[in-house]
């Protein structure tokens, strides 16, 4: 197979002249270069239309002996609640003569291909090349999950250690980012349980297996278990937050209702020996002795009585 990484009309034609197989990888190429392709392979006008527009869902139109398979791979990212660019849509045409892989952005994953088919056996049939690409795409989303699940554990232990707006933000953003990481891949699951032979059976594209779509089949499906697993783990990170700042506002409101208990007897007392009446000013109030056993006395006792009570009861203890 021959792997191509730009528009060479003269080596285009003379392989599609010679019914070779190759593999053309576009990174952000101009409308003109895109229809300039399209009469060169003679692709269909629609899809070269998608791909002019991009922002097309997942999806695979068949056009007599072509394909165009729309694809959403993912972008490793850390942390990944703050990645700007989480997935990157790619178009496929695929075809019994080559396959053309069209990106706006760099993807790391497919440059790691090319460079690995480069080196590898040349033996291997056109839906075996087809299938690689494919699995490319699909299992970039494996580290970016990878990602997730440690951010998810460390937000975890966050919020049970001491929970603050921050871990919220980051719920917040962990929900958004699998909301739109799974709007990308159950469509993708659905399409290749509908039509997965469809790709197989297109006309001049050698097949040795349809095992191979089977397996991508499999990883999407193994891909949407992980994110139904994850969004529960973040929706479960929301309700231990909403408890733990429950549990805090507890024990703050606790803590208040031990301070204002306390003062109670002293302000009943500072008030009762506050009254000056004539029996109690001219009979309690004399000397220092009478103060400190009647005043400050009063108070420590009835203030440690209070404290000893409450232990008691386990209101100052932790469960």
């Known amino acids: 197979m021959q792997i191509l990484t730009a528009i060479d009309e003269a080596r285009l034609r003379d392989l599609c002249s010679s019914q070779q197989f190759f593999w053309l ?3 952000a190429p101009s409308d003109d270069d895109v229809k300039r392709l399209g009469e060169l392979i003679g ?4 899809a070269v239309q998608d791909t002019l527009a991009f922002g097309q869902r997942p999806k695979l139109d068949v056009y007599d002996n072509q394909a165009l398979l729309v694809l959403e791979g993912g972008v490793n990212a850390d942390p990944e609640e703050d990645n700007p660019h989480p997935l990157e849509e790619i178009h496929c045409y695929i075809s019994g003569d080559f396959v ?4 706006r952005n760099p993807f790391a994953d497919l440059d790691e291909l090319r460079k690995l088919l480069a080196v590898g056996r040349t033996d291997r049939s ?7 690409i494919i699995d490319t795409i699909v299992d970039s989303y494996f580290p970016l999950l990878s990602g997730l699940d440690d951010e998810v554990n460390d ?3 966050a919020i049970v250690e001491k929970p603050t707006k921050t871990e919220l933000v980051k719920i917040f953003r962990l929900k958004r980012l699998l909301l739109k990481l799974r709007k990308a891949v159950t469509p993708m699951r659905d399409l290749f349980a509908r039509e997965i ?14 095992d191979y779509f089977r397996d991508v089949y499999d990883h999407l499906i193994r891909i949407t278990d992980l994110l139904d697993s994850y969004h529960d783990l973040v929706s479960g990170c929301t309700d231990l937050y909403l408890s733990n700042v429950a549990n805090r506002q507890g024990e ?3 803590q208040l209702t031990v301070v204002a208990s306390i003062f109670l007897p002293l302000t009943f007392l500072t008030g009762f020996f506050g009254m000056n009446f004539d029996w109690l000013t001219g009979q309690v109030q004399h000397g220092l002795l009478s103060f400190i056993l009647l005043g400050v006395g009063t108070m420590l006792v009835s203030g ?3 404290w000893a009570w409450f232990w008691h009861k386990g209101w100052t203890r932790d469960d």
């Open 25 to 27: 990888d576009l990174v």
């Open 43 to 46: 692709l269909h006008p629609l």
């Open 100 to 103: 053309i892989t069209v990106r």
């Open 126 to 132: 056109e839906q075996y090349y087809v299938y690689r």
């Open 155 to 157: 937000l975890e232990d």
């Open 197 to 210: 032979e469809t790709i197989a059976d297109l006309a001049g594209l050698d097949s040795d297996s349809h």
């Open 252 to 254: 703050i409101g606790k």
């Open 304 to 306: 440690a009585l209070m």
